[in-house]
């Protein structure tokens, strides 16, 4: 079973940057997809992007579909999910999620495994 840890996050500008980690252990994360998910006050948990076991595909929700990217690294055990032109709409909470041995869902309840959270918010 694999434990997933996040790092990242914080208050950034509107236009600016943020990448996000997340981080396994416990687990031959090759085995897993991954996908991030957010979710902000009094509002459901909604898919951000997601990628398969092997790296191919990537999924994206369309409102971050060319500002956010999910690259992967299975010999490091992580995949990053590299925020672009943030906008105060994308200010949440942001998790990340692991499912074993299929393909990556944009359903939280698919996943098996989830993140702690981290806040992101984008204000000036």
């Known amino acids: 079973q694999v434990q997933l840890v996040q790092s990242g996050g914080g208050l950034v500008q509107p236009g600016g940057s943020l990448k996000l980690s997340c981080g396994a252990s416990?687990?031959?994360?090759?085995?897993?997809?991954v996908a991030w998910f957010r979710q902000a006050p009094g509002k459901e948990r909604e898919f951000v992007a997601a990628i398969n076991w092997n790296g191919y595909p990537t999924f994206y929700a369309d409102i971050v579909k060319d500002r956010f990217t999910i690259p992967r690294d299975n010999a490091k055990n992580m995949v990053n999910l590299q925020m672009n032109s943030l906008k105060p709409e994308d200010t949440a909470v942001y998790y990340c999620?692991?499912?074993?041995?299929?393909?990556?869902?944009?359903?939280?309840?698919?996943?098996?495994?989830w993140g702690q959270g981290t806040q992101v918010t984008v204000s000036s």
């Open positions: 416990g687990g031959t994360f090759s085995n897993y997809s």
């Open positions: 999620a692991a499912l074993f041995g299929r393909s990556a869902s944009t359903k939280p309840i698919e996943y098996d495994y």
